[in-house]
């Protein structure tokens, strides 16, 4: 960017502009600690200058300014992902959306709110419990993770296996497009409401969100321990057959379970066989039908052994604390695997397999948010201060990505770095049509650009998986110890 | 330096390691709903202390780092959302116990510091007028130091030196009195009890305060000690331990003290028509874990009506007032307090209480600003009200 566009910026915003480097070097990074060694020869992550519009009009000025001068602009609010989703790759304009916060309508006979983008779900949660109502569903990062930031994502966590994804349950959008044009998107304009869900902030910058809501019913919480993963998928497919819904069910491997207990956040001191949790909320008649179901499967004939509902009820209070295996760790490194919950146990075996070739521990742990599907994270202790071993075990990554392909998975959500395996999250048909969205919407590729419909050049899908597998070739030879 | 047995802290370089940026603390954090920048969140300034202790190539620590440090209530909310349970809190008192060794910290912090070696207090008069406010009582020389009484009242700066919070401590001494509590105070021989220090990254000239406070406490025979000011109170409960050294000192903040007073019915509460709401100062609240006895005085008067700020108990928003953040940016502190009686003004309370000092001056000025028709009272006083 010249000088004179940044000063323009600049001045326009006043203290809500800043040029100072140390400012910007803030938003050059999100949860994913990647080497400068690794960022720095392939992107330009600084922003030129960060803005934080304050209410739709700004933004939309910004996009103008922005279109007109062909400036990437890359939006942000949470920034609670690991794939640079929303740091940029091209520098120019880090829209920082923060300021658009809070509920603009509660309305109760649509069981609808519209929120600006910005709001984190916890603070929607908590808008709601006080007024009887409650999200649907929300990300396992709800005290971070923002309304507009998850729809730009998949949108499935805690209470998408009862109420579907996110885009199911948003009515309609407002939307800045890169051209500075402020839309109302819906199921039935085009572009439709599904563009705009996990297209990461490519397509314009959403900037309020009408979000379906639901009654706030009493819950209860079930643990059930398995012996194995087979026994797990068995629990998991008769709790998501029965005739009441689960709200919620997650699961934990055994190497969870023992490195968990390793730090000291024991589940009823389990370190053996595999962890089911399901919530179920609704009506005193359904709760009494989930415990009746949870019964039937629990007890000393059948296959899973029931957990006190008092670690239940801690493990559901404790629901946003995932990230405590990083504990052990300093860093955690690790692939979230969008995977079909019959190939769980095939996945996990392939996992321990891998565990025991690389000498390392893997750890799984997961969300089931479809009758289909669940979000697996698999992830494993690394350290981020010994640079050179660091981005050698970042290989691994790839491998475990391979693993949940071999049995139907692919990544959860693509940014920057799960850019080179697009090719596995959409077919080839799906992704042309993709691509042909982004071009229709954004002919000058100025939105967010180097994200999800292609990798960069340094990254394409030959290149990375080259690359990667020498990479992970040379710490299965040298790095036993690691 | 808190009560909070499920957070951890190893060390600097391990805790800037393991915080994952995740940035559940960022929500909650006075400082950066006010400033508003990235760098301003707890997640932020960590992964800056990332760079600068925890690499083998440390990157320097500059002036903005250390003013954006420097930026904090200490009031400890992002300890309370840490996904990852670090003590961040303990996390800040490092850093700037670093930075002050370093000899980089910031000029309002000297200030506190040499103003405190001098005067043994937070204001520049003499400490040996600490009892000054006593001469508003019936016989003010019934507070001077005795050996042996019950228990031992540690008044703080705040309540002995300023006009307006002396009102805490005479509300105070008149309920003991009316108890016929056998009470006394340390006088002239009260010193700070650290927490300007501590917070400033002095750590080892606070230990020469808490060391004094303990050894007069000991010369004086005292086995009962109360604290009105909750930051005195901390520093009584959880840094003085070392120095006590196995002498039996039972420290209670005057709330949880009173609270008890009432359920024994040694004192007598008076019918008030008032709508009251509480705010929980952070050292009393989230870092000393003292939620209830405030709360149980407060439905203990007939008639009144207690309302909750929309931020309560653990997730309790600061007044601003916290972690010396008035010696660097007082705008911000300003700003943060404002925050706080807008959530005053949406309870429709007649009264907010507290039970904090600094509190209470706080969170008067902001709804003096505001021009809100709300009165801002001790706990005590409230009491003492009741009790007319």
Same mark, same amino acid.
């Given at each position: 960017?010249?000088?004179?566009?940044?000063?323009?910026?600049?001045?326009?915003?006043?203290?809500?502009?800043?040029?100072?480097?140390?400012?910007?070097?803030?938003?050059?990074?999100?949860?994913?600690?990647?080497?400068?060694?690794?960022?720095?020869?392939?992107?330009?992550?600084?922003?030129?200058?960060?803005?934080?519009?304050?209410?739709?009009?700004?933004?939309?000025?910004?996009?103008?300014?922005?279109?007109?001068?062909?400036?990437?602009?890359?939006?942000?609010?949470?920034?609670?992902?690991?794939?640079?989703?929303?740091?940029?790759?091209?520098?120019?304009?880090?829209?920082?959306?923060?300021?658009?916060?809070?509920?603009?309508?509660?309305?109760?006979?649509?069981?609808?709110?519209?929120?600006?983008?910005?709001?984190?779900?916890?603070?929607?949660?908590?808008?709601?419990?006080?007024?009887?109502?409650?999200?649907?569903?929300?990300?396992?990062?709800?005290?971070?993770?923002?309304?507009?930031?998850?729809?730009?994502?998949?949108?499935?966590?805690?209470?998408?296996?009862?109420?579907?994804?996110?885009?199911?349950?948003?009515?309609?959008?407002?939307?800045?497009?890169?051209?500075?044009?402020?839309?109302?998107?819906?199921?039935?304009?085009?572009?439709?409401?599904?563009?705009?869900?996990?297209?990461?902030?490519?397509?314009?910058?959403?900037?309020?969100?009408?979000?379906?809501?639901?009654?706030?019913?009493?819950?209860?919480?079930?643990?059930?321990?398995?012996?194995?993963?087979?026994?797990?998928?068995?629990?998991?497919?008769?709790?998501?057959?029965?005739?009441?819904?689960?709200?919620?069910?997650?699961?934990?491997?055994?190497?969870?379970?023992?490195?968990?207990?390793?730090?000291?956040?024991?589940?009823?001191?389990?370190?053996?066989?595999?962890?089911?949790?399901?919530?179920?909320?609704?009506?005193?008649?359904?709760?009494?039908?989930?415990?009746?179901?949870?019964?039937?499967?629990?007890?000393?004939?059948?296959?899973?052994?029931?957990?006190?509902?008092?670690?239940?009820?801690?493990?559901?209070?404790?629901?946003?604390?995932?990230?405590?295996?990083?504990?052990?760790?300093?860093?955690?490194?690790?692939?979230?695997?969008?995977?079909?919950?019959?190939?769980?146990?095939?996945?996990?075996?392939?996992?321990?397999?891998?565990?025991?070739?690389?000498?390392?521990?893997?750890?799984?742990?997961?969300?089931?948010?479809?009758?289909?599907?669940?979000?697996?994270?698999?992830?494993?202790?690394?350290?981020?201060?010994?640079?050179?071993?660091?981005?050698?075990?970042?290989?691994?990554?790839?491998?475990?990505?391979?693993?949940?392909?071999?049995?139907?998975?692919?990544?959860?959500?693509?940014?920057?770095?799960?850019?080179?395996?697009?090719?596995?999250?959409?077919?080839?048909?799906?992704?042309?049509?993709?691509?042909?969205?982004?071009?229709?919407?954004?002919?000058?590729?100025?939105?967010?650009?180097?994200?999800?419909?292609?990798?960069?050049?340094?990254?394409?899908?030959?290149?990375?998986?080259?690359?990667?597998?020498?990479?992970?070739?040379?710490?299965?030879?040298?790095?036993?110890?690691? | 330096?808190?009560?909070?047995?499920?957070?951890?802290?190893?060390?600097?370089?391990?805790?800037?390691?393991?915080?994952?940026?995740?940035?559940?603390?960022?929500?909650?954090?006075?400082?950066?709903?006010?400033?508003?920048?990235?760098?301003?969140?707890?997640?932020?300034?960590?992964?800056?202390?990332?760079?600068?202790?925890?690499?083998?190539?440390?990157?320097?620590?500059?002036?903005?780092?250390?003013?954006?440090?420097?930026?904090?209530?200490?009031?400890?909310?992002?300890?309370?959302?840490?996904?990852?349970?670090?003590?961040?809190?303990?996390?800040?008192?490092?850093?700037?116990?670093?930075?002050?060794?370093?000899?980089?910290?910031?000029?309002?912090?000297?200030?506190?510091?040499?103003?405190?070696?001098?005067?043994?207090?937070?204001?520049?008069?003499?400490?040996?007028?600490?009892?000054?406010?006593?001469?508003?009582?019936?016989?003010?020389?019934?507070?001077?130091?005795?050996?042996?009484?019950?228990?031992?009242?540690?008044?703080?700066?705040?309540?002995?030196?300023?006009?307006?919070?002396?009102?805490?401590?005479?509300?105070?001494?008149?309920?003991?009195?009316?108890?016929?509590?056998?009470?006394?105070?340390?006088?002239? !021989? $009260?010193?700070?009890? &650290?927490?300007? %220090?501590?917070?400033?990254?002095?750590? =080892?000239?606070?230990?020469?305060? +808490? /060391?004094?406070?303990?050894?007069?406490?000991?010369?004086?025979?005292?086995?009962?000690?109360?604290?009105?000011?909750?930051?005195?109170?901390?520093?009584?409960?959880?840094?003085? !331990? $070392?120095?006590?050294? &196995?002498?039996? %000192?039972?420290?209670?903040?005057?709330? =949880?003290?009173?609270?008890?007073? +009432? /359920?024994?019915?040694?004192?007598?509460?008076?019918?008030?028509?008032?709508?009251?709401?509480?705010?929980?100062?952070?050292?009393?609240?989230?870092?000393?874990?003292?939620?209830?006895?405030?709360?149980?005085?407060?439905?203990?008067?007939?008639?009144?009506?207690?309302? =909750?700020?929309?931020?309560?108990?653990?997730?309790?928003?600061?007044?601003?007032?916290?972690?010396?953040?008035?010696?660097?940016?007082?705008?911000?502190?300003?700003?943060?307090?404002?925050?706080?009686?807008?959530?005053?003004?949406?309870?429709?309370?007649?009264?907010?209480?507290?039970?904090?000092?600094?509190? =209470?001056?706080?969170?008067?000025?902001?709804?003096?600003?505001?021009?809100?028709?709300?009165?801002?009272?001790?706990?005590?006083?409230?009491?003492?009200?009741?009790?007319?």
């Amino acid at each position: 960017m010249s000088n004179e566009m940044l000063l323009e910026i600049a001045e326009k915003f006043g203290d809500r502009a800043t040029l100072s480097e140390f400012e910007r070097s803030l938003y050059s990074r999100d949860l994913a600690p990647v080497p400068a060694l690794l960022v720095n020869p392939l992107f330009k992550t600084l922003p030129d200058i960060v803005v934080r519009p304050s209410n739709t009009e700004e933004v939309a000025e910004i996009m103008k300014f922005a279109y007109r001068n062909n400036i990437p602009v890359t939006p942000r609010a949470g920034a609670s992902t690991v794939y640079f989703n929303s740091v940029p790759t091209k520098g120019g304009i880090l829209m920082d959306l923060n300021l658009l916060t809070g509920v603009v309508e509660l309305d109760e006979k649509s069981m609808t709110v519209t929120v600006n983008t910005a709001t984190t779900w916890s603070e929607l949660d908590e808008y709601l419990n006080s007024r009887g109502l409650a999200p649907k569903s929300f990300p396992s990062s709800a005290p971070v993770a923002t309304i507009g930031g998850w729809f730009c994502m998949m949108g499935y966590g805690i209470g998408s296996m009862k109420y579907g994804s996110l885009l199911s349950q948003v009515r309609s959008i407002e939307v800045v497009l890169p051209d500075g044009a402020v839309k109302k998107v819906t199921r039935e304009t085009t572009p439709a409401l599904d563009w705009f869900a996990a297209s990461e902030g490519t397509l314009g910058v959403i900037t309020k969100l009408e979000v379906e809501v639901r009654k706030l019913n009493n819950m209860k919480h079930y643990l059930l321990h398995l012996s194995d993963a087979n026994k797990m998928l068995d629990t998991m497919k008769a709790l998501i057959g029965a005739e009441v819904i689960p709200y919620n069910v997650h699961f934990t491997d055994q190497e969870c379970l023992k490195a968990m207990h390793a730090l000291g956040f024991t589940l009823a001191d389990l370190t053996e066989g595999c962890v089911v949790g399901v919530d179920y909320e609704g009506s005193d008649e359904e709760l009494q039908q989930a415990r009746n179901i949870i019964e039937n499967l629990s007890g000393a004939d059948k296959i899973a052994n029931p957990v006190s509902e008092e670690t239940a009820e801690m493990e559901w209070e404790e629901k946003f604390k995932a990230l405590r295996l990083k504990r052990g760790g300093p860093s955690v490194l690790g692939a979230e695997v969008w995977l079909p919950i019959k190939n769980l146990p095939e996945y996990l075996e392939d996992v321990q397999k891998m565990s025991t070739g690389y000498n390392l521990g893997l750890f799984s742990y997961g969300h089931v948010v479809t009758p289909e599907y669940a979000s697996v994270m698999t992830t494993f202790y690394a350290d981020e201060t010994k640079t050179i071993k660091y981005i050698i075990n970042l290989s691994l990554v790839k491998k475990i990505h391979d693993i949940g392909y071999r049995y139907g998975g692919c990544p959860y959500g693509v940014g920057l770095w799960n850019s080179p395996m697009v090719g596995r999250i959409h077919k080839s048909l799906e992704l042309s049509e993709l691509r042909q969205r982004k071009k229709s919407m954004d002919s000058k590729g100025i939105m967010n650009p180097g994200k999800v419909y292609r990798s960069p050049f340094m990254l394409n899908p030959f290149n990375y998986g080259l690359g990667m597998n020498v990479l992970a070739g040379v710490r299965k030879v040298l790095g036993k110890g690691w | 330096m808190s009560h909070e047995q499920n957070k951890l802290y190893t060390t600097l370089e391990k805790e800037a390691l393991i915080c994952a940026r995740c940035g559940s603390c960022r929500s909650n954090c006075p400082v950066y709903r006010v400033i508003g920048w990235e760098s301003a969140t707890p997640r932020g300034k960590i992964s800056m202390a990332k760079d600068i202790f925890s690499k083998k190539n440390p990157a320097p620590v500059t002036d903005d780092f250390i003013r954006r440090i420097s930026q904090c209530t200490l009031c400890g909310a992002c300890s309370n959302e840490c996904s990852t349970d670090i003590d961040i809190r303990k996390l800040w008192l490092d850093l700037r116990h670093r930075i002050a060794e370093m000899g980089k910290a910031p000029k309002g912090y000297d200030a506190i510091r040499t103003n405190l070696l001098a005067n043994k207090n937070i204001t520049t008069f003499d400490n040996n007028d600490r009892l000054e406010w006593t001469e508003d009582l019936d016989e003010p020389e019934a507070l001077e130091p005795r050996a042996g009484a019950d228990v031992c009242y540690f008044v703080g700066c705040v309540s002995a030196f300023f006009p307006q919070a002396s009102q805490v401590a005479l509300a105070i001494a008149e309920i003991l009195t009316e108890a016929e509590i056998d009470f006394t105070t340390m006088g002239g !021989e $009260e010193w700070c009890c &650290g927490f300007p %220090l501590i917070g400033s990254g002095f750590v =080892e000239d606070s230990k020469q305060f +808490i /060391k004094h406070n303990v050894e007069k406490i000991k010369e004086l025979d005292i086995h009962t000690l109360i604290a009105s000011c909750a930051s005195c109170y901390n520093v009584w409960k959880y840094d003085s !331990e $070392e120095y006590l050294d &196995g002498y039996e %000192l039972k420290v209670f903040h005057t709330t =949880e003290y009173l609270a008890e007073m +009432i /359920k024994e019915g040694k004192l007598e509460l008076n019918e008030m028509d008032e709508v009251v709401t509480y705010h929980d100062p952070c050292d009393l609240g989230r870092n000393s874990g003292i939620y209830d006895a405030p709360r149980e005085i407060i439905n203990s008067i007939p008639g009144v009506k207690f309302v =909750e700020l929309s931020h309560n108990r653990e997730s309790s928003l600061c007044c601003g007032g916290g972690g010396n953040l008035q010696s660097v940016d007082a705008d911000t502190a300003s700003k943060i307090s404002a925050l706080r009686a807008e959530e005053i003004k949406a309870t429709g309370a007649t009264i907010v209480v507290s039970a904090c000092q600094q509190c =209470e001056q706080m969170l008067s000025s902001a709804i003096q600003k505001g021009k809100l028709p709300v009165r801002v009272m001790d706990l005590s006083q409230l009491i003492l009200e009741a009790m007319q």
